[in-house]
C-alpha cells in the first residue's frame, strides 16, 4: 500500500545517501593518502591571443593519478576536497606546483607565459590563502603578473566583505583574477563593476552553439563589449572547431582556449612547446 510504499522509499532514499556519504568518506581518505603520496599532477592548457594565435597563457588543471582508478579529473574528486577541507592543502599544493614549474622553466632559460589557477570558493575560506600565494610566488622569484587566479561567480554571492578584501589585495600585489565560466552563474553587473577582475572568461556553454545561435553570438559580442568597457580582457573557453574560432575571433574575444586549439598538456611538454621562448624574447606564434 502507498503507506508501505512511502516508507520503502524513505528507506531506499536514506540507504542511497548512505552509500553516498560512504563512498565520500572514503574518497576523502583516499585524497588524504594521495596527498601524502604526490598523485597529483597538473596540466598546463594553453590560451591563446585571439588575432595572432600565439600562446599568452596557460591554465592549470588539476589531475589525480589513482593508483587503482587512473587518471581522474576534477569532476571526479573536487567536491569531496571541498566538503572535506581538504582542498585547502590541496590547493596550496596547486599554487605551490604551479610558481616551481615556472620557475623551473625560468632556470632553463624558458619564459613560460602567466599560469592560470582555479581557485575554489571554499579556499577563500582560509585566512592565510593570500599569504601563501604571495609566499609561494615570492620565494620561486616569479613576477607576479605571470599569476591569475580564476574565480567563479559562486564565490561573490554573498558579498563577503573578507572576500572582496582578498582579491583587492591579490590584485594589488599585481597578480591578476579572472571571473570564471562566466554567465553560468549568479551574474551581477554590481560585482562586474566593483570587483577588482582583469580578465573574464565566457563559459563553454555559450561558445559550443555558437555557429548555429544568433543569440549566444549577440551575447558574447554584448558580454566582451561591456567586459572591454569595464577594462577587462575576454577569453572564449571551450573552442571545439573552427567555425566557432572564426566567429569569435570577429566578435571582440582577446583570447581563445579550447580543444581546437590545444588540449591540456603535461608538464613534461611545456617545454618543447615554450622551448623557442626565451626569457624576454617575443614568442613564438602556435601554428608555427
Ligand atoms: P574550468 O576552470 O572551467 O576549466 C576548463 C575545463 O574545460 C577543463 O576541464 C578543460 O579540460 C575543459 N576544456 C577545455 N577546453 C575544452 C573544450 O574545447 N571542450 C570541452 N568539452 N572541454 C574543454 P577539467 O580539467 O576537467 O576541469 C574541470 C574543472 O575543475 C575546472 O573548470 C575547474 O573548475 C576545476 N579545477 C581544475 N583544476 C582545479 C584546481 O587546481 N583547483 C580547483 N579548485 N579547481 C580546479
Ligand atoms: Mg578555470
Ligand atoms: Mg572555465
Ligand atoms: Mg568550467
Not at 582579491?167 to 554590481?190: A, E, M
Not at 583570447?255 to 618543447?272: M, S, T, V
Request: glycine share 6%.
Amino acid at each position: 500500500d502507498a503507506k508501505a510504499n512511502g516508507r520503502n522509499c524513505h528507506r531506499f532514499f536514506s540507504e542511497d545517501m548512505n552509500d553516498i556519504a560512504q563512498a565520500d568518506a572514503a574518497l576523502e581518505n583516499e585524497l588524504r593518502d594521495a596527498l601524502s603520496e604526490n598523485q597529483f599532477s597538473l596540466e598546463y592548457q594553453p590560451i591563446v591571443d585571439a588575432q595572432t594565435l600565439e600562446y599568452v597563457g596557460l591554465e592549470a588543471l588539476i589531475r589525480w593519478d589513482h593508483p587503482i582508478r587512473g587518471r581522474l579529473l576534477p569532476i571526479q574528486f573536487i567536491r569531496v576536497a571541498d566538503d572535506s577541507g581538504l582542498m585547502d592543502l590541496l590547493g596550496n599544493w596547486v599554487i605551490g606546483e604551479v610558481c616551481r614549474e615556472i620557475k623551473a622553466h625560468a632556470d632553463e632559460g624558458i619564459d613560460l607565459p602567466r599560469v592560470a589557477i582555479n581557485v575554489s570558493p571554499r579556499q577563500f575560506q582560509n585566512h592565510n590563502l593570500c599569504d601563501e600565494l604571495l609566499a609561494s610566488i615570492e620565494a620561486n622569484g616569479i613576477d607576479p603578473s605571470k599569476i591569475t587566479i580564476e574565480i567563479t561567480e559562486e564565490l561573490l554571492i554573498d558579498n563577503n566583505d573578507e572576500v572582496r578584501a582578498t582579491l583587492d589585495r591579490i590584485r594589488s600585489h599585481g597578480v591578476g583574477i579572472s571571473i570564471d565560466d562566466f554567465g553560468t552563474g549568479y551574474s551581477s553587473l554590481q560585482y562586474l563593476r566593483d570587483l577588482p577582475a582583469n580578465c573574464l572568461k565566457i563559459d563553454r556553454t555559450f561558445i559550443s552553439r555558437i555557429e548555429h545561435s544568433a543569440a549566444d553570438r549577440a551575447i558574447i559580442g554584448t558580454i566582451a563589449h561591456l567586459a572591454h568597457a569595464l577594462g577587462m580582457r575576454v577569453v572564449a573557453e571551450g573552442v571545439e572547431n573552427d567555425a566557432q574560432l572564426d566567429l569569435l575571433r570577429i566578435s571582440g574575444c582577446d583570447e581563445i582556449q579550447g580543444f581546437q586549439i590545444a588540449r591540456p598538456q603535461r608538464a613534461e611538454n611545456l617545454r618543447k612547446l615554450f622551448d623557442g621562448r626565451k626569457v624576454d624574447q617575443p614568442s613564438r606564434s602556435a601554428e608555427g
